[in-house]
């Protein structure tokens, strides 16, 4: 006796559906400012802020645990070459009217469990941090008013995990204030400096070494008034020719993303309006990059900054640091203690099956015929 089977078809399809942010926050447990953030692998990394705080996480950022380190000045820069080395950068001012800033040098060997003051002193403004592939450590200095101890914009190098500085000052002119610095690998590295003078013109000055800091040549030095650089730029190349940093050609406009694509002697917008208001930016690669700033404004570029499109950060928060680790899992830290986290490179897209009804169905006639001892039926 031949079974009737009547089929219900339900298609399969998989569809790319968008949720509102492809970035989710994490409890940082404190609610002061911070000023930057840097993991070395998916599980470990460090935050650092206002009030001296330090806080480290060994689980993505799911728990996040203070360190001590017995100041109040406020920790704007953080590296590690593994995880126990590591340095943290701070500065604050001290009232006196010549002598603004005193830098504070921290260094651990612990992976942060003890951090200790390895130095301490008038030298200006530490306004960035970096290393080469040896893991040497770089800092840049704005510099202080002629009048104190120490006045020179420069550029520092440590091998030692920060408790010995070798200091160069890539411009005869000792004057320049050194805002960014970044190498590419132990050799090859730039510095960005600005530098006014007696009739207040306006100087930018790139500077490149081939030598790990021993030596620089002038890559671009632009006397015009109206070309300025961010102070708190932070010049970053992902190749031996292109780098990004945030400057302006003319007073009437804000800050905005630069790119140079022959090793900093000339730079161009790459969008004057998404990148403009961004207070600082990583490249996970030469083409995927991302911007954070002021009320949790988050851009992201696949195309070597050619385009950039806007991401939801899920935060109102100005956000100072971001850090990627590869193109899919990174952070970004800001104001209130906020820290978000992205595991698809702050992409939106996500894979969910989705189950359609057919509108209609039709059942064939079975062949070869319902005595046989198999049979097929189309539908």
């Not at 940082?28 to 935050?47: D, E, K, P």
């Amino acid at each position: 006796m031949l079974k009737k089977v009547f089929c219900f078809l339900l298609l399969l399809i998989t569809l790319p559906l968008y949720s509102q942010s492809g970035w989710f926050q994490q409890e940082s447990g404190v609610n002061y400012s911070l000023r930057s953030i840097y993991f070395i692998n998916s599980n470990t990394g460090w935050a650092t802020g206002d009030e001296g705080i330090i806080l480290k996480t060994s689980n993505g950022g799911a728990n996040w645990i203070s360190q001590a380190t017995n100041t109040n000045t406020a920790i704007y820069g953080v590296l590690f070459s593994d995880a126990s080395n590591g340095v943290a950068t701070g500065y604050y001012y001290d009232g006196n009217p010549w002598c603004q800033e005193i830098e504070m040098i921290f260094s651990t060997t612990n992976g942060g469990t003890n951090w200790n003051l390895v130095r301490k002193g008038y030298a200006g403004r530490i306004s960035d941090i970096t290393s080469d592939e040896n893991n040497n450590i770089f800092i840049s200095y704005a510099g202080s008013d002629f009048q104190c101890i120490s006045s020179a914009g420069r550029i520092s190098k440590t091998t030692n995990n920060g408790l010995n500085w070798i200091s160069y000052i890539p411009s005869s002119n000792g004057s320049y204030a050194y805002y960014s610095v970044h190498f590419i690998n132990s050799f090859t590295g730039w510095a960005a400096g600005h530098f006014t003078d007696d009739c207040c013109n306006n100087v930018v000055q790139i500077m490149m070494t081939t030598s790990s800091g021993t030596d620089w040549t002038i890559q671009r030095r632009d006397t015009s008034s109206e070309f300025q650089i961010h102070p708190y730029t932070k010049i970053r190349f992902v190749n031996s020719t292109t780098g990004y940093m945030f400057a302006k050609y003319n007073y009437n406009e804000n800050f905005s993303l630069l790119r140079s694509t022959d090793a900093g002697v000339n730079w161009h917008l790459t969008d004057s309006i998404i990148t403009r208001g961004k207070n600082n930016l990583h490249f996970a690669n030469a083409q995927t990059g991302w911007c954070v700033g002021d009320y949790g404004s988050l851009i992201y570029t696949s195309n070597g900054g050619s385009n950039w499109q806007i991401q939801n950060s899920n935060t109102l928060a100005t956000l100072n640091g971001v850090h990627f680790i590869d193109r899919y899992t990174g952070w970004a830290a800001g104001s209130g203690g906020v820290i978000i986290k992205t595991i698809t490179g702050g992409l939106t897209t996500i894979n969910q099956t989705s189950v359609l009804n057919p509108d209609k169905y039709k059942l064939h006639q079975n062949f070869p015929n319902p005595f046989n001892p198999s049979t097929k039926i189309i539908f």
